[in-house]
């Protein structure tokens, strides 16, 4: 190391007329620099250096005074919380910073042969705000799948998805539309078949299809080629007492627009009545002033009633 080279860099100052020169005093350092640079070779020993520190008295010594009861309170924390009581405070500190979050994975509408997960981060803010795990699922489009397959890929998301997560306070699910299909079928799901058991607690249902048969007979049908069978076998309303036994203790919200067709209202009317006869815990919702898409677009809306039911569902608030 140039030591010369660095205390004469360091020795040139400002003096009065404000031309940066070496003052008298650093240009005997800047000898000293020259004479120490072969001391530094040879290794000479650094100088030790002293930090001065000035005790601070006064009101900082005000403990002194306390007699060891008042001490040991002005040390407590949790003797001075306004919220909970001192003897349950610091275990229900605990609880908070060790909370599990809430996963909710949701299920693209689109007739199975539109849209993707891509585009369903529109609905995410609120609930990440709140705390929750949102997951989108994407699946084979028809006609490059049909629906035997689509139905299989979703199963096989939730079962893969909940095993990256080694801690959830619960599942939930939501879907609109072909979506809200998809996630009816997943609650009716026996998921010995997939080697997990995903705790699925609650789902809500945005103007779904449950009965697959009309379709058929629509030109929705024209790329997904079912047959009646195809139909049938893929229809949550033939399984709801599949989905009793699989997920009886999970809270379903089964919600339609107020613009939706009869038909659609019909379904979602229908599917309601059969899972509520089937002993579940299941609600109706008739969203007001919405039609078939705005009643999903406004999830992005923290105040807006799904959205709220969404949040309720997952944090209990």
Partial sequence: MNVN??????AVVQN???KGKPSKSNRKVEKRGRHHKTDA????KPRTKFLRVTLITGSMSSWKKMNKEELEKQYSPSRWSHRIDKDVVIEAHIREITKAPALLIYFHGGYWQLLSKDLSGFMVPPLVNSGAIVVAV????????????IVSQVRRSVAF???QYSALSGVYLCGHSA???????VLCTDWAEYGVFPDIKGALLVSGIYDLCPIVHTSVNDPLQMTEGDALRNSPLQFVNIMKRHGGNCEIVVSVAQYDSDEFKKQS??????VKAAGLNVCFQNVPNTDHFDIIEKLVEENYELTQVLLKMMTGK
């Fill in 138 to 149: 994407d699946y084979a489009l028809a006609p490059k799948g049909d629906m035997d397959l």
């Fill in 16 to 18: 009065s007329r404000g």
């Fill in 269 to 274: 009317e229908e599917y309601y009545q059969a």
């Fill in 179 to 185: 979506g809200a299909h998809l996630g009816a079928m």
């Fill in 161 to 163: 998805i909940v095993q």
């Fill in 41 to 44: 070779n040879a290794g000479c």
């Fill in 5 to 10: 080279r660095i205390i004469r860099k360091s």
